[in-house]
């Protein structure tokens, strides 16, 4: 039997089974659409993002294969009005990629599969019974399947969130947005996406790459009507509002490689767990696609949970421990749901009021590299700490739940590593050279099982910290601090003859 189910091979489940597999849990991952999904939808891997396929060892070529960072030149009436650059954090290690959403979920499917995992496709999960052991999980078609977890990852309809009955409280923000990909003979500069604001909505157009260097997103929102539009048809509204609210009309569109039509809504699951049945990703959370948060948030959710479920399916951990993952996450997401919708309202400009602060006092304070760094830091999510959650702590910083810098450390033996190498289904014990951590890698290793604890020397980290497979700070390495941490977190110790065998 498999432990876990994931339903949703998006990047979110394939993410959540990476992270699951590399710490040896037997996971199977199920998606009811016949083969993976071609179009590029996302084209933003935040900072947080590549951290956690780096973790993962899912990150690949994707560096190579990535676009240079690119910003956004925002038009209102004719006039530029700012370019917003990318102005990432030098102490940081990691920037975001411009690549696509396609190219990630192939790339994480190639790590899942190098740990002995294939996605099931044409596989729908369509009811689910959970009782005290396990879950009965029956998949269209008539097969069932038995396992002690059903993670749904099977993205904003979710039908695991349906069967765990989990409300998903919210409202829409945008009726109608077009979307299109294109191939286009267009004479634009394409090292900037660009942005136009009318009175009757925005246009927006970013290069996107391919092997032709000729492929463009088309994206604007435009007054909901019941008609259904045929990708054609798209395609040629599309070309209008760029004439009409941009003033372009030298885009000779040759095909389209996708289009799409779609609402934006704002929503979070009411919890993301009930028993046995727990939700991650869009799942869990839907909001605009402004500010390429989506994904990002779903990887995030993905790493968080799958240490916990792994140590509660070796039986290191009480499933409360579960309870942390949603403690942690779901405060996380309500706030990107708030932003995105509060940064969406401004662009749309909505009356003559909005439409003055966006284009006189907003966008062009963009053109501050103050502010273009902050709102560079705040797309990253690398600032996202979990201190103030349930397994949260106080006193001098680091504090629990902080996110800890990727570094450079040595090893026991003396060799050079970086700290994030050394995590994943591994935990750290980041320690300055004279700092004695054996009693709290003792504990560590009874609690956490042998061999999961790396210890790295640092001479910039004072005394020791006990490092959680996401980056995060668990607690400072000394025992009455460890013994805090691990009660919270439901950690039991195992009998000595497993703690041997781990
Ligand atoms: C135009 C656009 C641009 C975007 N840009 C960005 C961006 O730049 N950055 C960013 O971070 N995010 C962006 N997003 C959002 C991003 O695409 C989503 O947040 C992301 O796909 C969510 O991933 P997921 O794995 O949670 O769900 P999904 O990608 O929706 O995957 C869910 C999977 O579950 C499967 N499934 C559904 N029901 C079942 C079932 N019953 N049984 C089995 N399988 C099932 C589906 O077939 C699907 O493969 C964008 C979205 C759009 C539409």
Known sequence: MSTVLVAGAGPTGLTLACGLAVAGVAVRVVDRATEPAQASRANILHARGVEVLDRVGALGDLRERALEPMGMRMHAGGRELATMRFLPDQDEATQALFVSQAAIEARLRERLAELGVDVEWGTTVVDAQQDTDGVTVRLAGGATARVGW????????????????????????????????????????????????????????????????????????????????????????????????????????????????????????????????????DAAHVHSPIGGQGMNTGIGDAENLAWKLALVVSGRADPGLLDTYAGERRPLATGVVRRTTTNTRLLLGEGVAGRFLRDRVLVPLLRRPTVQRRATREASQLWVSYRRGPLGGSGRLPRAGDRL??????????????????????????????????????????????????????????????????????????????????????????????????
């Open 150 to 281: 059903l993670v749904g990852c099977d993205g904003a309809h979710s039908r695991v969130r349906e069967l765990a009955e989990i409300p998903f409280p919210g409202v829409p923000v945008v009726e109608r947005f077009l979307l299109a990909d294109v191939h286009a003979d267009w004479d634009r500069d394409r090292s900037t996406s660009a942005g136009w604001f009318h009175r009757d909505g925005m246009v927006l157009a970013m290069p996107m790459r391919d092997a032709a260097g000729n492929l463009w997103r088309l994206m604007a929102n435009v007054s909901p009507s019941g008609a259904h539009l045929t990708p054609d048809e798209i395609v040629a509204r599309l070309a209008e509002v760029l004439a009409e609210r941009a003033g372009e009309t030298g885009i000779g569109i040759r095909d389209a490689v996708w289009t799409s039509v779609f609402s934006i809504q704002r929503r979070v699951a009411a919890d993301y767990r009930r028993g046995r049945l727990l939700l991650a990703g």
């Open 405 to 502: 810098r990727d570094r450079l450390c040595t090893r026991a033996d003396g060799t050079a590593t970086r700290l994030y190498r050394e995590l994943g289904p591994g935990w750290a014990l980041l320690a300055h050279p004279d700092t004695d951590v054996r009693g709290g890698l003792d504990l560590a290793h009874r609690h956490l099982g042998g061999g999961r604890v790396a210890v790295l020397r640092d001479p910039g980290t004072s005394g020791g910290l006990l490092v959680r497979p996401d980056g995060h700070l668990a607690a400072r390495a000394d025992i009455p601090a460890l013994r805090r941490w691990f009660g919270a977190a439901g950690l039991t110790v195992l009998q000595a003859a497993d703690t041997r065998r781990s």
